[in-house]
């Protein structure tokens, strides 16, 4: 009996051990952050940046200005104003969840939050 109950907790260790890394593994982790993406599109073809965000480059940077000059937008830490309306509008335009702008924009779920 005393065997048996050795056997299954040294199981359950190692059992528990594979299933929690020792160290945080970092996530979002592309070489293609938000704001390089967001540099791309508007270094490229106005077409592409139309059907990301549904509107043009010219109009992106007059609003971005107006919401900057008017309404307190503000450059953060380490997200730009830019690239904050870049997140809402790709949001308000494909309707894509917190995980899929995490993922597009390779920022945690506190700054997606914001």
């Avoid at 899929?100 to 914001?114: D, K, M, N, V």
Wanted: charged share 20%.
């Amino acid at each position: 009996m005393a065997y048996a109950l050795i056997f299954l907790a040294t199981s359950f260790a190692l059992a528990t051990q594979n299933l929690l890394p020792l160290r945080p593994i970092p996530m979002r982790t592309s070489i293609l952050s938000g704001q390089m993406w967001l540099d791309e599109l508007l270094a490229g073809h106005p077409e592409r940046f139309n059907e990301q965000f549904g509107m043009s480059k010219h109009a992106f940077q007059l609003l971005s200005r107006e919401l900057q000059f008017y309404s307190g937008l503000t450059n953060r830490r380490q997200v730009t104003a830019d690239e904050q309306l870049a997140t809402f509008l790709y949001f308000a335009r494909t309707g894509s969840s917190t995980r899929i702008l995490e993922e597009r924009f390779q920022r945690s779920p506190s700054t997606i939050g914001r």
